[in-house]
């Protein structure tokens, strides 16, 4: 029988489960990038070591902490049995691996859980940056400052709502991700202010409520998604498709856990306002 997590179950894991993504964090900024490997997976996109000892440790973890869970880690696809029914784990070890390479700091670790297709618990932490933003839908949002000894202060944060007639709209965008659809999208908001990022920075910035919009119209995957898109569902905003239609996750195997297009929105209110 599939194991159906709720949020108040979600609630209680959010301790246990922020103390392994910040673990794995600590991982990553172990590895010296210098002297790394890097490797090429099949699509292309590189792997390092950081990528995998990161996953090591979540999935060592999750398999003590609710080892009936399954998982989808973009490191072990070929451990996933999809359609997921119930709850299941949804994991980047390393998101913005190419920023990582690159020697920029905006790389996170991003986990989320997510039950009946929609996630439900986020945790985007950016070690780098000494952040971490996690939520749970219905519970709400935090963001958490970490220091040398690990977790430390987290205040309560919400998104934005629609600026006003007149006001710009902050983008979060992508520095290595572009696309003509995005950039066209983005010009259609009043006084567009683009705001770099990199990785799921770009969701937690909108959690936050410092961006309006993060519109992706090219192809990503599940996991770069999931856990952004909970933290922001949590803080009062809403992720959707490039059509304002509801995400799901964890459901369709025959298309490589790929999203075709998401849009993340600070305030529900703005979907639909083209």
């Not at 309560?156 to 696309?179: C, M, N």
């Amino acid at each position: 029988m599939k194991r159906i997590i709720d949020g108040a179950a979600a609630s209680g894991l959010m301790e246990p489960l922020t103390a392994l993504v910040v673990k794995a964090g600590e991982a990553i900024l172990a590895v010296n990038r210098a002297a790394m490997r890097v490797d090429g997976k099949q699509d292309g996109s590189p792997v390092t070591e950081a990528d995998l000892a990161a996953d090591r440790i979540i999935a060592d973890g999750l398999a003590q902490l609710a080892g009936d869970i399954p998982t989808l880690s973009e490191e072990r696809t070929q451990l996933a049995s999809p359609p997921f029914q119930g709850s299941f784990f949804l994991i980047d070890p390393l998101d913005g691996t190419k920023e990582f390479v690159a020697g920029r700091d905006e790389f996170t670790v991003n986990l989320a859980l997510v039950t009946s297709g929609v996630p439900l618990l986020g945790i985007v932490s950016a070690p780098a940056l000494g952040l971490l933003w996690r939520g749970v839908v219905g519970h709400g949002a935090e963001r958490v400052r970490l220091d040398g000894a690990g977790i430390g202060a987290a205040e309560p944060i919400q998104t934005r709502k629609l600026p006003a007639r007149g006001e710009p709209w902050i983008a979060a965008v992508s520095r290595s991700h572009g696309d003509p659809k995005s950039e066209a999208f983005i010009d259609g908001r009043p006084n567009a202010v683009r705001k770099s990022c990199g990785s799921a920075v770009k969701f937690g910035r909108i959690a936050e409520g410092s961006a309006d919009i993060y519109p992706r119209f090219g192809p990503t995957c599940e996991w770069d998604v999931g856990a952004g898109s909970a933290v922001v569902t949590a803080a009062g905003g809403r992720g959707t498709d490039g059509q304002g239609g509801e995400l799901r996750f964890g459901e369709r195997h025959d298309r490589g856990f790929i999203i075709p297009d998401f849009i993340a929105w600070g305030d529900p209110q703005a979907v639909g306002c083209y």
